[in-house]
Every structure is written in C-alpha cells, then in structure tokens.
C-alpha cells in the first residue's frame, strides 16, 4: 500500500522498467532522478546485471547512490568520496552447480548452460551459443568443465522444450533454496543464484547501512525477478504497464511502459504532490 509523504529510499530495476527498448535512458528520466536525490531521498539500481557491466548500469542510472547488481549477489556503494565500495559480493560454487544442473537435467533433458565467472568490466559470459541471448559480443563459448572449474556469479538456463515460467518452476521444485536462488529475468533463461541471493536481501545490505527500514522504501519492477523486492518493501510497490503479469499482481500500483518513462512519471507526480 503506498504510504502519505516520501519514501526514505528509492530502489528501481533497470533492463525493462527504467530502460527503454532501445536500450537506452531518456534526459527525462535522469533529470527526474537527479530530483529525487535532490530531495534527499536515496536512489537505487538494482538490476540482474553483473558487476562486468558496471560501467553501463552507472550510465544508465547515473543518480544512483547504490549498486544492487547479479540479482543482489554484488552490492556497491557509490556515495563514498574515496571511491565504490563494494559491500556484498556473493559466489556460488562450481561443484555446488555442478550438482545442480545434473539434478536438473535428470528431469528436463539437456540444458544450455551459461555462466557469469568474472567481474571484469565487459567480461564475456562463458558456455553454450545459443542464437536467443541477446548480447552476442559479450559471450564466450567454452566447455562444461571449463565453465563448473571456478565459482560463479550466476548461470544461466535454458532447454528447447520449456517455456521459460515452466522451467522455472519445475526447478524450484528440484532445487533446494538452501542450495541456489532461482528466477527468471525476462531474457528467456532460468538464473541460478547463491543461496539467500534475491534483489531483496541485497537492497537490505543497503537500507541497513543507511538506516532506513523496508517500510520506507519505494521500488519499481517488471519481471519476476523484482518480487522478492516487491515482498520486502514497504511503503510502496510500483509495476510498470509492461510488466510480467506475476509483477503487476504484487504491485500496489502500475505506471507507465519503460518506452513511456513509467518510472520518471510516477515519481515527478510524487515529488510534485
């Protein structure tokens, strides 16, 4: 239920909700948020992307006080003069999904298989071609066992025959949260996560830093990956119109498409109420 006032901290997703389908990120949108941290409200990007893309989401959400990147695996402040500090940064074990994928494919059949190893900026992903994942020069064929050799940031899944939901779903049966996070984001691939890893537990690494209680803070989303956030969050949970239909059942409100600038017109009605 959205709450009177202002929110104490502002948290957004960005592939989908903040960021058009082009890709890219209105003068709006950025001029709206450089209003929110005017206010002095905190602002937030949290987002799937790894820490190897860093460099883009700071572009993309350059008001952004604080980093909640991988899911919530990798948590960066950026409001220390020093320099960014990172404050979480999460691992899952290669034997760890090494079991995993085999417990998995024992039910689904074969998987294509990807994984996020290095934080490196613009460090490929490393495993299977597939022609649907959509950032082709950031990617790196290799081997099962080259890819299972290190611990991950996260891994990617997919099979031929299971729409992405149903995957999902069949994998959260088989897979302990004790043993790996599980979600989808929209790009057509179940991500594996550490265990304890979502977008909430990583924006709680930051609420707690700063002080502020879930109950005061506002978040916007669209995919599936956003509701563990939308659960935590208190004063306010916000879908944009072109959200998974999960999303928009946990919003208290819907705005605007991503193309439309949902988020900067949600929040310059706020700050202007």
Avoid at 20 to 42: F, N
Avoid at 90 to 99: C, H, I, K, T
Avoid at 186 to 202: Q, R, S
Avoid at 237 to 259: F, G
Wanted: aromatic share 6%.
């Amino acid at each position: 239920m959205i709450r009177p006032g202002l929110p104490k901290l502002i948290a957004t997703d960005l592939d989908g909700t903040l960021v058009r389908s082009d890709e890219t990120v209105s003068a709006y949108t950025h001029q709206v948020l450089d209003r929110v941290r005017a206010a002095g409200i905190p602002v937030v990007g949290a987002t799937g992307r790894g820490p190897r893309l860093k460099e883009l989401t700071r572009n993309d959400i350059r008001a952004a006080d604080f980093l909640v990147m991988a899911g919530g695996g990798c948590v960066v402040d950026q409001s220390d003069p020093a320099g960014p500090v990172v404050l979480r940064d999460e691992r899952l074990p290669g034997e760890v999904l090494a079991g995993l994928l085999a417990d998995l494919e024992a039910e689904v059949g074969p998987l294509t298989v990807m994984v996020e190893a290095s934080g490196e900026q613009d460090a490929p992903l490393w495993g299977d071609y597939h022609p649907s994942w959509p950032y082709q020069d950031r990617f790196e064929a290799r081997s099962r066992a080259e890819c299972l050799s290190c611990d991950v940031i996260k891994a990617f899944v997919r099979t031929a025959d299971h729409h992405v939901d149903e995957l999902l779903a069949t994998a959260r049966r088989i897979v302990p949260p004790q043993v790996a996070t599980l979600t989808q984001a929209g790009l057509g691939f179940v991500e594996i996560c550490p265990p304890g890893v979502d977008k909430a537990t990583g924006l709680s690494v930051v609420a707690e830093r700063l002080g502020v209680d879930p109950a005061e803070v506002l978040v916007f989303g669209d995919m599936p990956n956003d509701l563990p956030m939308f659960a935590w969050a208190g004063w306010g949970r916000v879908a944009v119109s072109n959200a998974h239909p999960t999303v928009r059942a946990a919003a208290d409100e819907i705005t605007l498409r991503n193309d439309d600038d949902g988020v900067a017109v949600y929040l310059d009605r706020l700050l202007s109420r």
